[in-house]
């Protein structure tokens, strides 16, 4: 009779652990939209200051636990560069959705510069969010570089949308990005071929094939992405780069920073962010890796993650550490087991 109860009581447990499951295979990739099947496509309409746009959006899988938004960098860049998610997110039965914001290759680009500030971008944001649906029960957010900016600054005023926030290759401050830059990476190169980038600077010749002849190699192929060749992607989504939009936010390069967002500092208003957070960071990063860890100890739930061979892309170039804690951190927090 005892080994009667036993066995039951095992059954018992694994029937109640099949019904913890996030989402079935099944369910993850059923159609969820009637008529004609567009590839989980959606054009977004934004209302702007400067009128009514459309953004593009692209839904993968189902799953009404897990949603996660990403935010991709530029600024002016596009969701390409999150390309890399579809290998690894899908079989672990997560929803994710790809995303250009406006101005970008795949939304519509007005040629408005008043709407290239990140208060607006942060409207965009909630707008996309209501759109598709997603509520703290569910909403993860990710952004990775500029996008980090704008998930911080989404999270200071949206968070009680959020079940989670994800903080990917950003450190909390421009100006520290900078520093960096200048004081740790800028002393790496040789110093003949630094001389040259910075007389090129100093003139605002940045149109001068010798600027990034010099940057790629001895930038790009070191903290931007490790990959030797870069993966197709690159290839194709560099020549998608709203150039207008990222040199008026970011600069010319990602060699610092010498845009309007050069003195964004919000490092001393992490403490005001409640969510789950996960901080992650390559110890090759255009960023202060050290900084990145820093940022996980003040938000109030952080979690921080270094990827040791990865760069600025570390979802390219350190796959084998990036997702796995990416997709740890998620699976914690949807289970109520997060821990810092």
Same mark, same amino acid.
């Given at each position: ?15 109640? =652990? ?5 989402? !079935? ?16 496509? =959606? ?15 692209? =839904? ?59 208060? =607006? ?9 209501? @759109? ?48 960096? @830059? ?6 790496? /190169? ?25 940057? /790629? ?35 010319? !390069?990602?060699?610092?920073? &010498? ?7 919000? !490092? ?18 255009? /960023?202060?890796?050290?900084? /990145? ?20 892309? !570390? ?20 289970? &109520?087991?997060?821990?810092?």
């Amino acid at each position: 009779m005892k080994r009667i109860i036993l066995f039951a009581s095992i059954l018992f447990l694994f029937s109640c =652990r099949g019904d913890q499951n996030t989402t !079935s295979l099944k369910d993850y990739h059923a159609l969820t939209d009637s008529g004609v099947q567009t590839g989980g496509v =959606r054009m977004i309409p934004i209302k702007t200051p400067a009128g009514t746009f459309n953004v593009w959006t692209k =839904r993968f899988g189902n799953n009404p636990k897990i949603k996660v938004l990403l935010l991709h960098g530029g600024p002016g860049g596009t969701h390409e560069f999150f390309e890399s998610f579809e290998s690894f997110l899908p079989q672990e039965g997560i929803e994710f959705y790809e995303y250009d914001q406006l101005g970008s290759y795949f939304s519509d680009q007005p040629k408005d510069t008043s709407l290239w500030v990140t208060a =607006r971008f942060v409207e965009e944001v909630e707008q996309v969010r209501k @759109a598709l649906g997603l509520n703290k029960d569910n909403f993860y957010l990710l952004g990775h570089s500029w996008g980090g900016i704008l998930a911080m600054e989404y999270a200071l005023k949206y968070q009680d949308n959020l079940k989670g926030l994800i903080i990917s290759n950003m450190m909390s401050s421009a100006p520290l990005y900078g520093k960096y @830059a200048e004081e740790v990476l800028a002393k790496q /190169m040789d110093p003949k071929v630094l001389d040259t980038i910075r007389t090129l600077e100093a003139r605002g010749d940045f149109n001068n094939p010798k600027y990034m002849e010099l940057l /790629m190699p001895n930038f790009y192929a070191q903290h931007f992405c490790r990959v030797n060749p870069w993966p197709e992607m690159f290839n194709r989504a560099m020549p998608h780069l709203n150039q207008s939009i990222y040199v008026m936010m970011q600069g010319p !390069s990602e060699f610092g920073v &010498g845009g309007s967002l050069a003195k964004w500092d919000r !490092s001393k208003d992490l403490p005001k962010i409640k969510p789950p957070t996960l901080t992650i960071g390559g110890k090759h990063d255009t /960023m202060d890796p050290e900084h /990145m860890k820093w940022m996980a100890g003040q938000v109030q739930n952080g979690r921080s993650l270094t990827c040791p061979n990865g760069s600025h892309c !570390s979802m390219w170039d350190d796959q084998p550490n990036y997702f796995p804690g990416l997709i740890s951190f998620i699976k914690d927090v949807d289970a &109520g087991t997060f821990k810092k």
